[in-house]
């Protein structure tokens, strides 16, 4: 670690305990990884000065989804790259997914209810009301989710910028759904757990520019094939940056006509093996139902909107003048 690093560090430390904040957690100089050269970057005064914008600046979007049922990539818009445009468009929505049969027939007549709604569901939606990315799956399969920014900047100034990007980080959502038995007796029954033979999820958060990743934070769940311990063990994967919920990058100083490529990508994956379900029986003599209880899991980040309902944009590319 370079020492005028460290004391930029130290520095921020002192200020964060001195105003209240926590501006370490946020602010990152990443310079050395995209130019090359280590540069000093006061963080206060670049998040508090009049900023100017990206530059010469296109930006393109994807969202893409895929479930194991339909094993192909279904992406928005149809084709990669996509179209380019002078401002970050919101992400397209994408959904595949299989739904549970609930409140189905079954050959007896009986009807037949799901712990979820779905087996397997890949999906990016951004609207007031519903905002992520998710993948889920129910008993077997597997389901990936990805939404990805392409920026292609260069400064188009007649002097040297510095140049920074700022996101909030999707907060992840995981749930998970064990199978069971439910086994009809006093103080409710018993339950009669069975264990799934494995399941994994992971949710990615990645910033790579000119091909080389510069911030990360990946969170995840694992129960692999050959875990030894029971239904309810598990190993929580977190790494990177998981602590951040907001992010500010400094990429460092461009000289006119200088450019750089940046990615911002989404990813969450689901991959469940886990086909003997448990089951419940409801009602009396004439009136029965089935509840089917499945090994279950979600990944899900939530996309940054703003309390009043506005879209705001994934990640923003802004610029100081030297």
Known sequence: MHLSSLIDRRWLTLLAIWYGASALA???NVSERVTGNYESVNF??????????????????????????DATLHISPSSWPAPF???LVSPYQVVRE???????????????????????RSATAYNPQEHYIVSEEFSSGEAQGVTQVHIEASNNAT??????????VP??????????????????GTYVYKEQNSGFTR?????VVDGLPVWTQTSG?????????????????????????????????????ESFTLDYSIFTDALVDAPNCGTESLGYWGDYATVHHCYGLSEKRNLPISVRGSQTPLIQIYTKEL
């Open 26 to 28: 946020l602010n990152y």
């Open 159 to 168: 002097n040297s910028r510095q140049y920074f990007a700022y996101f909030v």
């Open 98 to 120: 299989d739904a549970t049969p609930q409140g189905q027939l079954n050959n007896y007549g009986y009807q037949q209810f799901y712990d979820w709604d779905y087996f397997e």
């Open 171 to 188: 907060e992840r959502v995981f749930a998970k759904n064990f199978a069971y038995n439910l086994v009809p007796g006093s103080n409710g």
């Open 44 to 69: 206060v005064l670049a998040s508090k000065t009049p900023t100017l914008a990206c530059g010469d600046c296109r930006y393109s979007l994807m969202s893409g989804a895929a479930i194991s049922s």
């Open 221 to 257: 769940y694992n129960y692999p094939e050959d875990f030894i311990g029971n239904t309810f063990f598990d190993l929580t994967l977190l790494w990177g940056e998981s602590s951040a919920t907001s992010a500010r990058l400094f990429l460092g100083t461009f000289e006119p006509g």
């Open 203 to 207: 949710s990615l958060v990645e910033v």
């Open 85 to 87: 445009h002078n401002s």
